[in-house]
Each structure stands twice: as structure tokens, then as C-alpha cells.
């Protein structure tokens, strides 16, 4: 038998992990949370809005995370007239170094039937990192 690894821990030292207030978000957040756990990952977690509840979203986070692992929040306010929530999302990215992001495949979208929305759709194909969707 031999000695287990801890390559996975190199893959996901820091983790971002972007909100939306769906289910779909916060199990991705909660797969962030277990990689800190288990690995020491470092998790950012952020909101991208236009006009923003704070203090509902924070919450909402703070719960999930239930004082588990330590954690960085952001909210990140933008115009839809002058960029996008996955346009703002990259842009923090490169911005900042990330080894890994963890998103919901579908967010508040009302049509069931999509496996896949378009903000996780252009994160996974524009992010220049690993990207993990949690349906």
C-alpha cells in the first residue's frame, strides 16, 4: 500500500468561488468550504450585482459557511449598460491569482431545462484557471 499524496492541495491552494444566491451557488461553496477542510484551500467568496442586497447575500454565506473555515467576501457592484456579471467575474480573475473556480452550472435562471447557464458557460470557457461546476 502506498503513502497517500497531497497533489490536490497544490491544484487548489486558493479557491474563488463566485455567489449568485441559487442553490446551485452555495453548493459550490459548500465543495470550497470541504477543499479547505480537507486541504487548507483559501476561499474568495464574491457577489456580482447591479444593485445589491449586502447584508442578505453576507449572511446567507456566513450560514453556509457556519464558522467552518475562514473565508474572504466581496461584493462587486457594476453598470449591465458598460459590462456583464461573467465579464466582471473574469476581470477579477485576472486581476488576482486564482488556481481554481467553483461555480454552480445553472443560477437563478428561470428555465428548468438548461443544464447550463451563460455565466458559467463563459467562465468555463474564458477563465484562464481550473473551473469547477457543482450542479
Given at each position: ?19 449568485d444566491g441559487s442553490e446551485n451557488s452555495f453548493r459550490a461553496l459548500d465543495l ?47 453598470s449591465s449598460k458598460e459590462s456583464s456579471i461573467s465579464n466582471e467575474i473574469l ?28 455565466i458559467a458557460l463563459s467562465i468555463s470557457v474564458n477563465a484562464p484557471t481550473t ?5
Open positions: 500500500m502506498t503513502e497517500p499524496t497531497y497533489t490536490v492541495s497544490f491544484w487548489l491552494r486558493k479557491i474563488l468561488v463566485p455567489i470550497a468550504i470541504d477543499f479547505a477542510m480537507r486541504y487548507g484551500s483559501q476561499i474568495s467568496v464574491i457577489h456580482v450585482c447591479e444593485e445589491c442586497n449586502e447584508q442578505a447575500i453576507k449572511e446567507k454565506v456566513e450560514k453556509r459557511v457556519n464558522g467552518r473555515v475562514d473565508y474572504e467576501f466581496k461584493i462587486i457592484k457594476y476581470r477579477f480573475l485576472s486581476e488576482n491569482s486564482y488556481d481554481a473556480v467553483i461555480l454552480g452550472a445553472r443560477g437563478l435562471s428561470i428555465n428548468s431545462d438548461i443544464n447550463i447557464g451563460s473551473v469547477i461546476l457543482v450542479r
